[in-house]
């Protein structure tokens, strides 16, 4: 084997992990658009999230300055991500951390299987984490007998409710106070029968729950927001407690990272500290922010682990284009303000990482080919580049993406598809006076075949699907201007 | 081969020959150095549900006792004893077990940084502030703030910390936006949080 073909960015592999969906986008989607419920809980709390953030972002008077030094910091970052990763390395191995360099989610979650079963403990407290949700952690650890708890109160909803997440930060909101109450009560043992959907006696029940399992889990499993290659520091942000908790209490912390997360230096954390709990949770800073480099003796966790994982990130790299989908720090503004995601939900994008940045992150990650629907999950309108708080142009990116599923479509197949046939007939139409005039015309015949919005007949008609085909009018420009 | 030159290799590779290089990062938000302005603290404070106290130093004690009197408190072990009333019962954290500090009703800590703007309270594990597991598990955290140690934004909170000492930054009591987001005030962290601000 040469060195060259052994160094080939490489996608996340198949059959582990939750990167793809079992369907298409357009199949899951109508499912979603059926559910009046969801559709209701999800208007609610986008609603309200983006008037939260909107208030706190009109505070900061450099905002925008702010964003583009967080765009320029991840861009430095990742023309320079081998040698970070290499300083990061060096800084945690000095503070009395272990790193670990995971190939792929199959090579992560031996790692961290391997470490759990070296403490003998056969249970794991987890802070919420979009890593080990990409990997599949806990259904790897699930499969070699150990108990992972999830202690995020949203990913507790989910867990309990053997469901699936459906927003980055948020897991459970596709679900309302009422349904988690029900979920409460079937799933939580010993819970109060009394309990009501009070979102404050929601949260203290889980708190009773979870209390126990706190102290005596000697074995924690986090994400990162942030690693300062300069100084090995690990940042996590989060609301309840929960983290903290897991970071402080038990002897062995396990932390998987997904390589991309890096700023170069301590300084770096001020421009993202102010802006991800702002466009993220709509407020000034969020509850909790731990920062630990490496071992503390006497204070938290003993030992430490650090897992950095690629899992399809150097393919991203390696796109021009994309590669600014690694900026991401996954404060799900994009969800919030998508008027496709307010609408279907996250899970019909299949993926762990839904809404717009899912839609170029996802297919990124895997190939376009197994994530193919998902750059068209966009009406192109532009709503999540301005929100986003790293500027990333995530609309030149699902256009970048789309170019590149219709080439792979045309290498792949020896006949052209519907669409493209039917876009070059277009393009010679409209080349040619006489033609494009007479196509008037025939589709003025149209206005008295059937009732409008009916759709095009097979093959065309997966284009009217989810377009209204326009009325042609009863007389064109050109007729208008003749008579003139 | 290994995975780190596994993946280090696939890095290079996808980043090409020649990489391009990396622009220089414009910095041209507020840096630090702004003024202070103790009102907006407090007003933040306030507005993320922490109880806000102002007093002389040698007004601590009463506003401890008014909050924790006849409870038991854990302290670490460089708070000054000044700051507790005879009406607490002191613990002091020299390696205490787990249960034992969770038992406890309060906490009362100095700290080392508040930032104005976003109204935080950030802990570096000094020997007032002590381990970080002494401010979380109690369901009270009284924290004694001096004024010379409230800085206008988060740029100069980073200039005045390190990365030597874990660091606990703190916004207001436990709480969550999992549900309908909406932001409900306690959950696994201290549910009521007490900022005493005292002169320097």
Known sequence: MSEIFLGMPATAPRGVGNLRGDEPFPVAARRSLADAQLRRNLGHATATIRA?????????????????????????VMARLPELLAQLEVAVTAAGGTVHWAADAVEANRIVTDLVRATGSDRVMKVKSMATQEIGLNEALEAAGIEAVETDLAELIVQLGRDKPSHILVPAIHRNRAEIREIFLR??????????????????????????????????????????????????????????????????????????????????????????????????????TSMWTGVTPGDGPQEF??????????????????????????????????????????????????????????????????????????????ACFDACPVMIDIPSILVHLRAQHTAAYRSDH??????????????????????????????????????????????????TIGRDLPQPPPQTFREWWAQR | MTSRELI?????????????????????????????????LVHRLTDYRATVHRCSDGEVAQVVDAVLGGRRVVVPPGLPRRWLP??????????????????????VTAAAVAVAETGTVILDAGVDQGRRLVTLLPDVHICVLRTDQVVAGVPDALARLGPDRPLTWISGPSATSDIELNRVEGVHGPRHLHVVIVPA
């Not at chain 1, 500290?273 to 702002?278: D, F, I, N, S, V």
């Not at chain 1, 404060?331 to 995601?341: R, W």
């Not at chain 2, 990489?19 to 220089?24: D, K, L, Q, R, Y």
Request: glycine residues 8%; aromatic residues 4%; charged residues 20%.
């Open chain 2, 86 to 107: 005879d009406s607490v019962e002191v613990l002091t954290d020299d390696n205490l077990p787990t249960a034992e500090i969770a038992a406890a009703d309060g906490v």
């Open chain 1, 305 to 382: 682990h650090l897992v950095l994982l690629d899992n399809g990130r150097s393919a991203v790299l390696a796109d021009e284009v994309g590669r600014q989908a690694l900026h991401c720090i996954r404060c799900s503004a994009c969800l919030n303000v998508c008027p496709v995601y307010e609408r279907t939900g996250g899970h019909a994008y299949g993926s762990v990482y839904p809404g717009p940045i899912g839609a170029v992150l996802s297919p990124q990650l895997t190939g376009v080919e197994d994530n193919a629907s998902l750059p068209y999950a966009s009406s192109l309108c532009g």
């Open chain 1, 52 to 76: 939260k953030s909107a208030a706190v972002i009109d505070e900061v008077p450099d905002w925008q300055e702010l964003r583009e030094a967080g765009r320029a910091i991840k861009t430095d």
């Open chain 2, 8 to 40: 280090l290799g696939r890095l290079r590779a996808a980043l090409g020959a020649t990489p391009t290089t990396p622009e220089a990062v414009a910095r041209s938000y507020r840096p630090a150095g702004g003024a202070v302005d103790l009102d907006v």
């Open chain 1, 187 to 288: 799933e939580m043992p010993g819970v109060d029968p009394a309990l009501t959907d009070e979102p404050a006696i929601l949260a203290a029940a889980a708190r009773r729950h979870l209390r126990r399992t706190f102290l005596s889990t000697r074995v924690a499993v986090s994400g990162a927001n942030f690693a300062v290659a300069e100084t090995g520091t690990l940042a996590v942000v989060e609301s309840e407690g929960n983290g903290r908790m897991c970071l402080t209490l038990p002897d062995t912390l396990i932390t998987v990272m997904g390589i991309e997360k890096l700023v170069p230096t301590w300084a770096d954390l001020e421009v993202f500290l102010q802006l991800l709990p702002r466009a993220s949770t709509g407020e000034r800073m969020n509850p909790y």
């Open chain 1, 414 to 463: 020896r006949l052209p598809s519907a669409e493209a046939v039917t876009m070059a007939a277009a393009a010679y139409t409209m080349d040619h006076r006489p033609l494009y005039e007479a196509a008037q015309r025939a589709a003025r015949a149209s206005r008295f075949v059937g009732r409008r919005g009916g759709g095009l007949p097979p093959p065309l008609s997966g284009w």
